[in-house]
């Protein structure tokens, strides 16, 4: 059995016990990172051996691990954060699984795309996951061209080295639109910052961001309630 479980954003007090029991009984774990996965089992005292499964031997790593779960072995896949197959690797192990009707089960838990969807204050009924939005400046603004026509929530991920360039743009797409900036959720410091592009930029030019962020480009219906600015309160473990 395949079990795709779900691992803590952040906070490590966020695992579920089911992902707990599932860790502690499979005979391999495959993780995207193993010295960053090796430290979430070191803290919660899980001794299982493990492999690497990241984008540069997926498709090598895939085939191993398919000839495992053939011969009964149970096999765990954890990425560095989250839920595997959401911009990180997973989906291609779970497609072969399917094509060769081996059982795979999801171990639900932490999601840094929901978690920001809840906080931001948006529009939930309708939204859109996009990933990553593209490093090149002509993909990036014609990714936030469609996000500003669409009348759902739309969701990227993207890194703090890029962040400030992108709130450019919008200023020039979307100049009224509300949009928020989720970053380093479920941690110390984890921020909902809430504005137009113009604001959000003049805040993140003057502290230069750190950290996970996940934009969110509210509709326009959200542009008429400015919502401002939620700092957490978490402790960090």
């Not at 809430?194 to 030019?205: D, K, N």
């Amino acid at each position: 059995m395949l079990y795709v479980v779900a691992t803590p954003i952040g906070n490590l007090g966020d695992i579920t016990l089911r992902a707990l029991e599932v860790l502690k009984n499979v005979d391999v774990i495959a993780a995207e990172d193993t010295r960053h996965s090796g430290m979430l089992l070191k803290h919660f005292e899980i001794k299982k051996p493990l492999v690497s499964y990241h984008e540069h031997n997926e498709a090598m790593r895939t085939a191993q691990l398919v000839e495992r779960l053939a011969t009964g072995e149970n096999v765990a896949l954890i990425t560095d954060a989250g839920t595997p197959g959401l911009s990180d690797p997973g989906a291609r192990l779970i497609r072969e699984c399917i094509r060769r009707k081996l059982p795979f089960t999801i171990i639900p838990g932490p999601s840094s795309i929901l978690t920001a969807l809840v906080g931001s204050g948006f529009s939930t009924k309708n939204f859109c996951f996009r990933g990553f939005l593209p490093a090149k400046s002509g993909q990036r603004e014609r990714e936030l061209v469609a996000a500003a026509k669409s009348d759902e929530t739309t969701i990227f991920f993207e890194s703090p080295y890029r962040l400030t360039k992108t709130l450019s743009a919008c200023i020039d797409i979307m100049p009224d639109r509300q949009l928020c900036v989720a970053r380093e959720l479920t941690k110390k410091f984890e921020e909902f910052r809430r504005g137009t592009a113009r604001e959000l930029l003049s805040h993140y030019e003057a502290h230069p961001p750190k950290g996970e962020i996940v934009l969110m480009i509210g509709t326009v219906k959200d542009s008429s309630t400015p919502l401002g600015i939620t700092k957490g309160f978490h402790a960090a473990i």
